[in-house]
DNA sequence: CGACGGCTTGAGGCATTTCAAGCCTAGTGG
DNA sequence: CCACTAGGCTTGAAATGCCTCAAGCCGTCG
């Protein structure tokens, strides 16, 4: 994997070895780069629907606004995210998607979806494998709003975070940068702004997170998993090719 | 659509209308139905994957079991409902499936799914949609969990499958049958049994839903959909195809 | 008939919300 | 360099929706 592939290639590699006439497709398919500011809407519920796109830089999250004013967060976009991807069902977008930071996105039209389901089948099996994946994700955040209190909601959102961000090389061990206001974090875990700094607050008192601007730094990685009773199997799955050993599943 | 058509080409032609040759695909790829009984687990969470189901007959449930012993239902199963397919990039199941009624399922190995990606790339684009539909569910029932109280959780709950159970033609205007007992609809809304006995107490003064043994009576659908502030927009995807006018949303 | 699972009802308790006020901190303009 | 401001965060107090525990009821099935 060269410096110079797309944002798209890079992501795609993470999931299964590519060859370079599959690159080549895509590579080819692939639109430049569009820069945006942060708090940019790419989106809005209703929208015609028509592509779908690759975070390349910055961080966004998907929403959807509430006929009460109220927003429900669904997702927090980093780096190498594809976004949208399963709205291709939809002639119009189902949720909202607003950039956090200054960010650069790759858009990909549903026509060029279909070039590629008809010229290789191991490209389509990766754009299953993170459908799939996605689900995963959906699957665990609807668990965590079922079943768990604000300190293990909170505590999984920062551990899942924490994984996904060392996945992609993009923070150290127990240290991570998170250009979320506390409002958001409300939205996105369904409690309010006032519980969760309540919640920081406990986390803080028992030296588990300490959380300062934009960083958020997390001493015992483990206790933190413990109290969100985190299982990563969820996030460990990969295309499954003869050719390709089973991955370990790093289950805490 | 003749009424040979397996339960899998029915289901598809839900969402667009195949070729012969597709049909034909399809049906050579499809195992012979399996019967089970009620109660019966078709696999659990930790089993090795290797191919996804489509319940032609009864119905079932997806689950996960909590560390405390606790379950998270995560999707009610009827017939034509696809199920497992989002495992298809694991390795080993993420969840549990029960049939709660006798059930009939039809297995399709993944390997086959990889000759219908390499064969036709309408199955492909309907596979996809498929998966896309049952993110928009999940989603929805992310929202669900996160946003709303306890009788919006149950009127949405009822009121959703009430469309799903029309749109396969089972039930009629306002009666559904619903194998399910309080215990169950709690484990999937994450609200106690006691809670749920209590809203359905609510509804009933109300005149709002009527609940006896399996069935449930809803006098006033639209009256339902309101205190769910429904919004079907997400059971209504279909397949963008350029032949195919866009579809009605059924919004209300 | 007795037993069991599923449902109902009551009372008390707890997690979280809402409302409200005050505090930090970064950014702005004089 | 210092006031001023605005947004984000913190803290307190009261209200509430839902949970837990516990007892009783009802219908079904052996």
Redesign the pocket.
């Known amino acids: 994997m060269s410096p110079s592939d797309s944002c798209f290639i890079r992501h795609f590699s993470h999931f299964a070895p590519l060859s370079d006439r599959d690159k080549h497709l895509l590579k080819k398919l692939e639109v430049n780069p569009v820069s945006v500011n942060a708090g940019t809407t790419l989106w809005e519920t209703g929208d015609p629907a028509g592509r779908f796109g690759v975070l390349s830089q910055g961080w966004a999250f998907s929403c959807r606004y509430m006929e009460d004013g109220t927003r429900q967060i669904l997702d927090i976009h980093i780096p190498g995210d594809v976004i949208g991807l399963g709205e291709y069902a939809f002639h119009h977008r189902l949720n909202t998607v607003v950039t956090l930071t200054k960010s650069e996105i790759c858009y990909f039209p549903h026509k060029h979806l279909q070039e590629v389901f008809d010229e290789s089948s191991t490209l389509t099996s990766l754009f299953f494998t993170i459908a799939g994946h996605h689900q995963a994700l959906l699957t665990e955040r609807l668990i965590n709003m079922a079943r768990r209190?604000?300190?293990q909601k909170l505590a999984h959102f920062l551990y899942e975070t924490l994984q996904r961000m060392q996945r992609i090389g993009a923070c150290n061990a127990n240290r991570i940068e998170l250009p979320l206001?506390?409002?958001l974090i409300a939205d996105l875990l369904?409690?309010?702004?006032?519980?969760i700094?309540?919640t920081?607050?406990v986390f803080r008192e028992q030296g588990l997170v300490f959380?300062k601007?934009q960083w958020v730094e997390i001493p015992d990685v483990h206790a933190l998993a413990c109290v969100a009773e985190f299982d990563g199997k969820y996030l460990d799955g990969g295309l499954s090719l003869p050719s390709e050993a089973p991955r370990q599943s790093s289950t805490v």
Chains 1, 2 share one sequence.
């Not at 369904?190 to 519980?195: D, L």
């Open positions: 209190n604000a300190q206001s506390q409002q369904g409690i309010s702004t006032v519980h700094s309540r920081f607050a959380r601007r």
